[in-house]
């Protein structure tokens, strides 16, 4: 999907034209007023961090710090928000907006401006299309300004407002959504040097279930992988592939036969194969749990409330493992048979 959303907007691109100036599809370079750098996942509440990561670079021009910020601008992360004006969901969207740019990225059939996961998609896409109006008025000369600031001007106020304008409008209240938006990106914005943990594992979110894009994810040295014993070919960090021995001796007791996994460590090229493959299953490539070899995908533990996904879900965590609850049902991306080793908490 997220091959075919770029090149149905490279297309869009390369066939829009805006007050004279034909746009192309070269990417462009990233701003730095406010709308570049990586985003901070610990900042992101749990269960909104799967649709930011994908809407997170959707276009070059639009960061995932950004879309946070503006998210907690709008909404203060609530998917239900309605405003005065009827702007509608975590987003806050228009109805007549919706309509035009609403996409059901949740996969559940329906596009809805309450869903969290449609909503943020939509709005990665409805930003990048401002941002592309922007640069377009800004290259002709037909407004003036920075162009992440009338991109957010834009989506406060509407593009025909700022087009009249030839810039952010005069309203009090655009001028302080750009401003209060501008503020709260660097709360979303990784700092530090990602370097510094190539090859040293993962550095584990606070609270244990996602990792940020680091170099490192998908190149582990090989001789930190162990291979399980009862089922040949899937590797794990080693200290992650002894916990889940352990727990296997106990899931074997249990139930009489060992657990089945299909899936460990995850090489980076292959994490890239999976996401094209499956867009709306497989994490951004260089940000899954596969790529620092802390994820196993679980074979007859689905659904959510079966017995033995019941069962993993008491006794997992004594062994290190858990199933992280963007994972759940009601969470982001619900997938039963997703477990992660993230240690025993002592
Ligand atoms: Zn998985």
Known sequence: MRALIAGFGALLAGLLVVGGVVLDDEPRPVEDSGGSGELNLDAVPEEFRAALLDAAGRCPGVSGPLLAAQIE??????????????????????????????????????????????????????????????????????????????????????????????????????????????????????????????????????????????????????????????????LLRCDAAQALERLNVAYTDRFGAPLGVSDGYRDYASQVAIAAAKPHLAAKPGTSNHGWGLAADLIGVSPEGSERYRWLREHGPTYGWQHPSWARIGGSKPEAWHWEYVGVRT
């Open 73 to 234: 601008v709008e909404s203060g992360w609530n998917p239900a928000a309605v405003s005065p004006a009827g702007a509608q969901g975590i987003a806050q969207f228009m109805p007549g907006t919706w309509r035009t740019w609403g996409r059901d990225y949740s996969g559940d059939g329906v596009a809805d401006p309450f869903n969290a996961t449609d909503a943020i998609g939509s709005q990665a896409d409805y930003m990048c299309h401002l941002r592309d109006l922007s640069d377009a008025g800004l290259a002709s000369g037909a407004m003036s300004g920075d162009a992440v600031q009338l991109t957010l001007a834009s989506y406060n106020a509407g593009p025909g407002a700022v087009a009249k304008h030839r810039g952010i409008p005069p309203f009090t209240e655009t001028r302080r959504y750009v401003d209060r938006v501008l503020a709260a990106v660097a709360k979303y914005t990784l700092t530090g040097d990602d370097g510094q943990y190539e090859g040293q594992g993962p550095g584990v979110s606070a609270d244990g279930t996602y990792r940020v894009s680091m170099p490192g994810s998908g190149h582990l040295d090989p001789s930190t992988l162990c291979e399980l014993s009862w089922s040949p070919r899937i």
